[in-house]
Every structure is written in C-alpha cells, then in structure tokens.
C-alpha cells in the first residue's frame, strides 16, 4: 500500500484553478482519484466521494479545524464542541438527528412553502422596479435570512443581523486563523441572540419552528444546550450558504435566456433545473472530514486524523458519471444525484427547506421578470466554496403575478 507522501499533488493557489476551478478539478480528476494539497488529502472520484461523505470512518472535521484557527477557548469552541459538528458517529449524533430530521424532512419543510412565498413576494414587492440593482443586498441576503426569523417567530427586521453574523461565522471554514477573533465575536452575539428567542418563545408558544423544538425539549428529546445549538446551526449552517446558492441559481439560469423562458411557460420544471445548477455549479466545492481510524483509500494508506476533503466540484465534472459534464442540461437524469447536501447521517438538516427557497425565488422570477438580464456578476472560489461577490440586475418590465 502506497503512503500518504506519494499522493499527487493539487495546487489550488494555480492560476488555472483560481480562474476556472471546476474545469480544473475535473482536468485532474482525469488523472487520479486521489490527491494532497496543503489543506490534506484531496478525493476527487465521485464514487469515492459519495462513499467518504457516508462512511463512519470518516468525521466532521470539525474538531481539527478549531485547533487550526487556533481557537483554543470561549464561547464559540463550546458552542462548536456542544454541537452535531464534534459529535462523529453513533447513538449521540443519531439522537441529536431525530427532532430535525423529523421537523425538517420533505413532509416537514413542506408546510413552510406557503410562509416562504410570502417571504419572497414581500422581498420582491420592496425592490424598485427599473433599477440596476444589487441583487445579493436585496434579495439573495435577504431571503434565507427572513426565513430563519419565520422560523424563530423573530421581528423580519432583525433579518439584517441574522444575514450580516452568519456571513461572519462562515469564515471559519476559510482555515485562517486570521479570521478566529471575527469568528468568535460572530458567534457570541449568535449564541445572545438565540438564547433570547428561546426565552421569549418559551413564553408565547406557537406554530413554528422554534416552539416545535421547545416542546422537543421539553418531552426529553433534546437538552436545553442541544436546543440552543441547533437554533444556532441553522443560521451557522443554512443562511449563508443559501444566499450563495440562490445567487448562483439566479446567474445560470438567467445567463441562459431559452432556459429561462421554458421555465416561465412551465414552472414545474423549476426543480429540476436547480438540480442541474447544484450539479454544473456546486456553492460547496469540497467538504471536509477526519479520518477516525486508518483508512485506505484507492490504495494510499491515511493514518487516522488526517484531514480528507471529497471534492464536490471535482466530482459533478466527471464525465464517467455526468456525461458532458461541460454541459449544462436541465434534461439529464436525477441518476446520479448531487452531492451539495452530504448524505446519510452527515446530510444537510436544512437541505428540503433551502431547496423550497430557492425553488420560490426561481419559480417567481420567471413568472415575473421573463426578460430578467444581468448587468453585472463575479464569482470567487476557494478549496471549499464557490461565493458570488456581485450581482446586479434589472428588474423590469414586471408582471403583476403572484405564486
């Protein structure tokens, strides 16, 4: 069995990749499985990928990624440790699994459909027609946000400080300890603010989210911290993360005028062009994991808490799976499926709900703004993400048509 220090190399600093990295990922994906950059071992086959995301082998990552942005106390290393993320396999993590999974699977995440139209309807109602307007300010930040706050019963105003913290907490996946300081305060005024919704709702109890997990609580499903961080994993996790992933959706769609316009004359076919967007442009390009044990992969023998990345974005672009992976086809089979939400007992908690946002803001646009243009639009990648830096458009002429 070949050692860890005989792996290929990826160079994700290359101009090449920098410029263009999902043709990149899938340039090397053509000449190994498995590779090493600086961050650890890098996957790159699809199958392999799938299978290091389900493997029990594997962990979260999590716990090596505090100790590499230095974080070595406070609020939010106890929040970190506390939560889903430190907890690798076995009965905790399937425990803490059960009142989300329940709440927020497709059946679940179905009866906010009806309060995410009105999210997005009202959002749409605030912009200003002929415009050329910042997209990502007053649409794609805002949407995810206002949701959490349906969510949490919370006022639709403090949307603002939900979007602007939980774009500072995502910085703790760039893997700089630079960023630990931002991180930590970003997560103390998380943790503030959750613990004051959770005592108002414990006062005023109703249909939502919040109160569902109260009562959760309450009944002996989850402690009274496991509450807390899972309040706080939502916007952690699904806020950011969704407003990228609309934006993105916004940028492939739109940029292809025919497409656009099948989808205004039949919005059915809405989720399965976000399919093919997850696909073709994946927000996550890679996630992260630690070995438990050793493990061989693809016959290089990785000592236990390596750091392993299965490469998302490398994976989409194999032509042995995606067929063309170059080419974007709202047509191609659901057979194989994208891999942007994880699977099995790492998936995405949130996944079926930021789906329905993304699948409303789509669905409305189309209806609505037929002959929506972009003015102006930037992506930046790094190993882990893809993230859209600008998008602006016009939003006119507009149709007065509801969902």
């Known amino acids: 069995m070949k050692t860890m220090a005989e792996l290929p190399e990826i160079d994700f600093k290359s101009k090449e990749y920098l410029s263009s990295p999902l043709e990149t990922l899938a340039e090397y994906a053509k000449l190994f499985k498995v590779g090493q950059s600086e961050r650890g071992v890098e996957i790159l086959d699809y199958n392999l990928c799938r299978d290091t995301i389900l493997d029990r082998r594997f962990g979260t990552g999590h716990p090596k990624l505090m100790k590499v942005l230095g974080m070595s106390d406070g609020p939010a290393l106890n929040y970190k440790k506390n939560s889903i993320s430190f907890h690798d396999r076995g009965e905790t993590r399937r425990k803490l ?28 109602n605030d912009i200003s027609e002929n415009m050329n307007v910042d997209l990502i300010e007053v649409l794609c930040d805002q949407i995810p946000s206002k949701v959490y706050c349906y969510w949490l019963d919370a006022p639709q105003k403090d949307s603002e400080f939900v979007s602007r913290t939980s774009h500072i907490v995502q910085q703790v996946h760039t893997r700089d300890p630079a960023t630990a300081r931002d991180v930590s305060v970003g997560f103390e005024a998380l943790l503030t603010y959750v613990d004051d919704r959770i005592e108002h709702s414990r006062r005023n109890l109703g ?34 993360n969704s407003s990228h992933q609309i934006a993105i959706a916004i940028i492939e769609l739109s940029s292809r005028p025919e497409i656009w316009k099948t ?15 997850m696909r073709y442009h994946p927000r996550s390009l890679s996630t992260s994991r630690e070995t438990l044990e050793n493990v061989n992969l693809d016959g290089y023998l990785i000592p236990r808490g390596e750091a392993v990345f299965p490469n998302i974005g490398a994976a989409h672009w194999n032509p042995s799976y995606f067929p063309a992976p170059e080419k974007f086809d709202i047509n191609r089979p659901d057979k194989p499926t994208h891999l942007n939400f994880g699977g099995g007992i790492f998936s995405c908690i949130g996944r079926f709900a930021v789906t329905i946002e993304i699948e409303e803001v789509i669905s409305f646009m189309v209806l609505n703004f037929p002959n929506f243009k972009i003015t102006e ?19 006119s002429p507009k149709r007065v048509m509801k969902l």
């Open 97 to 124: 699994r059960i009142p989300l999974t329940q709440l927020m699977g497709p059946s679940g995440s179905e009866r906010f459909r009806v309060d995410i139209k009105k999210v997005v309807e009202s959002t749409f």
């Open 377 to 395: 639009s930037a992506f930046s990648h790094s190993p882990m993400f893809t993230s859209v830096s600008t998008l602006k458009g016009c939003l």
């Open 263 to 277: 989808l205004g004359r039949d919005n059915t076919l809405v989720p399965q062009a976000l399919r093919e967007v």
């Open 207 to 240: 249909d939502n989210l919040i109160s569902d997990l109260i009562r959760a609580t309450d009944e002996g499903y989850l402690t009274n911290d496991e509450l807390r961080n899972w309040i706080v994993k939502l916007a952690e996790a699904n806020t950011d």
